[in-house]
């Protein structure tokens, strides 16, 4: 979804891992695909879900690597995957469907403490995960250029951000901080508001399927976010940045320009704006833009 | 649900709990109708469709009253999160857009994503306006290099046909 409706997210988290010195560290995956899409795959054909998310998985596991998502959805979607093929039998199924590519998930290969070969699921990541735990906060604020004082941000989690899978939590999804934490070394205030932990409404097929109840729940939580006096909202997922965005449309009142957390993280850094792929967005963010020092 | 038609013995379909198991559903019998999922869920508070009572026509084996009501769950899951019976119950709303998909049909939006991601490896369609927007933000106008595209096409296509999915979905793979 990023490269093929949102580009500008794709090239802020280049920008941002060249800015922080991390750009040896990451690979592009040339032949990955949608992960696939849980709202449509993953509701109507588990084993195809399964098979289509190992393809994924394989590529990582094949070069060594961790998978990062920019995407709650892929986030959930390829965390479960991982999940689902630990068990024996189901890795055996998908595998034989994946023979028929030729190729076979196993996990990757680790040394034990014990000094054992074990083989491990495939680490799949949120870049906010990777963002705060391994680059940290600090290094984020050494790298701001453009400190973002004076703006309110109203950050918007994101269900699948919360609540991937059952137990794949990356942090207590009753009281997140991430995000807020990240904004803050950008120099922005993270707004509290009422709903801020509450879905967009656009997930698991709703906004395609049924987009007037998909904007009636997204409509609460906008609501809130402009009494809470927001000069933006700021999502770690393309798909919620979608929803938030697209559905202003529908409403009376002040619009509230949304964008995804890697490109305020790349405007701080002091990246071109225009790189960013901001002015594609529906609703314009230039106020977010005035106040920006030196923006 | 007030204003549906009184339950008859005939609409009962005994089988219907095993199958909701089958596809993932879990056991929709250790709910005990609290209704703390209905509270939480986004959908519940906006429509008529709450969580409590589609796992209530399960329990009693209402398939055909399940089977219609809409494609409405955002699989947000606060439901699972606050279930004290240990029950998924968006797991179960996955389970029955499975039953949906093979008994009725899939809705359209299935079908066309499904086909982007057989024709392109992606859910959305590249226009001509990103390309342009891709060229502009200094990337280059296709995301991904076309022999790389093209294999994985053949992928999706070889696991979309080994599982058949194709038929299910009622999608025509290319070569």
């Not at chain 1, 967009?200 to 402009?226: F, P, Q, T």
């Not at chain 2, 290099?145 to 599982?163: C, E, G, P, Q, S």
Request: hydrophobic share 40%.
């Amino acid at each position: 979804m990023i490269p093929n409706r949102y580009p500008g997210i794709e090239q802020s988290i280049r920008k941002v891992i060249e800015g922080l010195g991390y750009g040896e560290k990451f690979a592009d995956l040339p032949q990955a695909t949608c992960c696939p899409v849980p709202g449509v795959f993953y509701s109507s054909d588990k084993s195809t879900w399964l098979a289509l998310a190992a393809r994924n998985l394989c590529l990582a596991q094949d070069r060594r690597l961790e998978m990062v998502t920019l995407c709650n959805g892929c986030f959930a979607s390829l965390l479960k995957a991982t999940e689902c093929l630990s068990k024996p039998t189901t890795m055996g199924e998908v595998n034989k469907v994946l023979r028929e590519i030729c190729m076979k998930y196993t996990g990757v290969p680790r040394i034990s403490p014990e000094g054992r070969r074990v083989l491990e699921p495939v680490k799949v990541r949120h870049f906010i995960d990777v963002l705060y735990n391994d680059v940290g906060v600090d290094a984020i604020r050494s790298a701001v250029v453009r400190p973002l004082g004076g703006v309110k941000v109203a950050v918007h989690y994101g269900c699948h951000y919360l609540r991937p899978t059952e137990t794949g939590a990356i942090e207590d999804p009753g009281d997140p901080h991430m995000v807020d934490d990240i904004m803050a070394a950008l120099g922005a205030e993270s707004v509290d508001y009422q709903s801020k932990l509450d879905c967009c409404g656009a997930g698991g097929g709703v906004r395609s399927h049924v987009s007037e109840l998909a904007a009636a729940i997204s409509k609460d939580k906008y609501d809130h976010i402009e009494s809470a006096g927001a000069d933006c909202i700021v999502t770690p997922c393309p798909f919620c940045l979608l929803q938030m965005d697209t559905v202003q449309e529908r409403f009376e009142g002040r619009k509230i320009p949304v964008l995804h957390a890697a490109q305020i993280i790349a405007l701080a850094m002091g990246a071109d704006r225009r790189m960013l792929g901001l002015d594609f967005h529906k609703v314009p963010v230039d106020g977010v833009l005035s106040k920006t020092r030196g923006g | 649900m007030l204003e549906e038609p009184p339950i008859v013995d005939e609409e009962c379909d005994r089988g219907f709990i095993k199958k909701i198991t089958e596809f993932g559903g879990g056991d929709v019998q250790v709910c005990m109708q609290c209704g703390n999922c209905t509270g939480v869920c986004p959908v519940s508070m906006k429509t008529e469709n709450k969580v409590r009572n589609i796992i209530k026509m399960c329990q009693m084996g209402l398939k055909e009253r399940v089977l219609s009501t809409p494609w409405v769950c955002a699989t947000c899951y606060r439901c699972f999160e606050h279930c004290p019976s240990g029950m998924n119950p968006a797991e179960l709303i996955v389970a029955l857009r499975h039953i949906v998909v093979r008994e009725v049909g899939p809705p359209p939006f299935v079908v066309e994503t499904s086909h982007n991601v057989a024709d392109l490896g992606q859910s959305m369609k590249l226009s001509a306006n990103i390309m342009e927007m891709r060229k502009e933000i200094g990337l280059p106008a296709e995301p991904f290099d076309k022999l790389f595209r093209d294999k994985a096409v053949n992928d999706i296509r070889t696991i979309m046909r080994a599982t058949g999915f194709d038929k299910l979905i009622g999608i025509k793979l290319g070569d």
